[in-house]
C-alpha cells in the first residue's frame, strides 16, 4: 500500500479551473497526500491562486513553474515528480475535479508492479461556465443530480460516476497502452524512475502520454483499470493546437517500432544538466 501520495496537476493559465481542483482536493477522505502544481508557463495570477490556497490547507502545496515555451507538458511533470517527496504519484489535469473518495480509492487500488489508469466525465461547455461562475462544489452532488444533468445534455455519460468492486476484471487489459490516460493516472515513483519518466521530447499537443504507457508496460509494470472507482469530473476547454501532433505521431511509431524503455530526455536528462526545480513564491 502507498504511503505519502503526491498528486502532480498539470495547469496552464487556467486559474478558475485549478481553484475548483484544489478546493475538491481539499476535501479528501483520506489526508496523506502533498500536491505538486506542474505548472507550464502560467502568469503571476496562477502563482497567487496558489499562494492563497497555502494558507487554506494542511497538505504540503508546492508550486513548480517552467517559462512558457509552447505546449511542454512531460517536462514540467517531470519536473514536478523530481520536485515531489512521495511514493506514488498521482497525474492529474488542471481541469479535473476529484470526488471526496478519489484518492483513498487510488490508494485501495495500489498495487507494486501495476499502474492505475482512471476514466473520467466530460461536462458540456454550459456546465463548465456554470460551474466555475457560480463556484458550485459539483464533485459533492448526488448521483441522482447527474442524472439530471445527463437527461439535460450537461455530461457525456454516468458510468464513469460509478462505483464497482471488479475484483479481477481490472487486470483484463493488463498490457494494453491504447485508451489509458495521464489526466488521471496513478504511479509508483520507482516505476517513474525506472522509465526515466515523461518523455520531453514530445512538444506541443499528443501522444506524450502513450509513449510512457508503452514505456511502462516494456519495463514490467502492468495496467490496472481505475474504471468504476476513480473517475474524474473533467470541465469543458476548447481544442488544443495540434499543429505538431503529426511529429509527435511520428515519434510514437519510432517507439513502437523499437525496444526502448526509457525516456529520450527524461528525469535524468534534467538532472545531468543540472537543472533546478524552480518552485514559485
Same mark, same amino acid.
Given at each position: 500500500?502507498?504511503?505519502?501520495?503526491?498528486?502532480?496537476?498539470?495547469?496552464h493559465n487556467r486559474k478558475d479551473a485549478l481553484n475548483a481542483v484544489l478546493r475538491s482536493l481539499a476535501g479528501?477522505?483520506? !489526508?496523506?497526500?502533498e500536491v505538486v502544481i506542474a505548472d507550464d508557463g502560467s502568469t503571476a495570477q496562477t502563482a497567487a491562486l496558489i499562494d492563497a490556497w497555502r494558507g487554506k490547507v494542511r497538505f504540503r @502545496?508546492?508550486?513548480?513553474?517552467q517559462e512558457d515555451k509552447g505546449f511542454r507538458l512531460a517536462e514540467i511533470r517531470n519536473r514536478a515528480i523530481l520536485a515531489a517527496r512521495g511514493t506514488y504519484c498521482i497525474f492529474l489535469d488542471g481541469d479535473c475535479i476529484v470526488r471526496p473518495g478519489f484518492i483513498a480509492s487510488h490508494r485501495r487500488l495500489a498495487e507494486p508492479g501495476w499502474f492505475?489508469?482512471?476514466?473520467?466525465? /466530460? @461536462?458540456?461547455r454550459a456546465l463548465t461556465a456554470r460551474v466555475l461562475s457560480e463556484h458550485l462544489a459539483l464533485e459533492t452532488w448526488s448521483f441522482a443530480a447527474w442524472v439530471n444533468?445527463?437527461?439535460h445534455g450537461g455530461i457525456n455519460r454516468l458510468a464513469a460516476l460509478l462505483n464497482l468492486p471488479l475484483g479481477l476484471l481490472r487486470r483484463l487489459r493488463s498490457r494494453e497502452w491504447r485508451g489509458a490516460r495521464a489526466c488521471n493516472l496513478a504511479v509508483w515513483r520507482s516505476d517513474l524512475d525506472c522509465v526515466d519518466g515523461f518523455d520531453a521530447d514530445y512538444s506541443g499537443w499528443g501522444r506524450e502520454d502513450s509513449d510512457i504507457f508503452i514505456r511502462l508496460l516494456?519495463?514490467?509494470?502492468?495496467r490496472k483499470e481505475g474504471t468504476f472507482a476513480t473517475g474524474v469530473l473533467h470541465l469543458w476547454h476548447g481544442e488544443a493546437d495540434r499543429s505538431q501532433?503529426?511529429?509527435?505521431? !511520428?515519434? @510514437?511509431?519510432? /517507439?513502437?517500432?523499437?525496444?526502448r524503455i526509457c525516456a529520450q530526455r527524461g528525469l535524468s536528462s534534467l538532472q545531468a544538466?543540472?537543472?533546478t526545480v524552480r518552485a514559485a513564491g
Open positions: 500500500m502507498a504511503e505519502l501520495i503526491s498528486i502532480i496537476v498539470a495547469t479528501q477522505s483520506d !489526508r496523506d497526500f @502545496l508546492e508550486h513548480i513553474w492505475v489508469s482512471g476514466n473520467r466525465v /466530460l @461536462l458540456s444533468e445527463r437527461r516494456r519495463a514490467g509494470v502492468r501532433l503529426a511529429d509527435n505521431e !511520428r515519434k @510514437l511509431s519510432g /517507439l513502437v517500432a523499437g525496444d544538466a543540472g537543472a
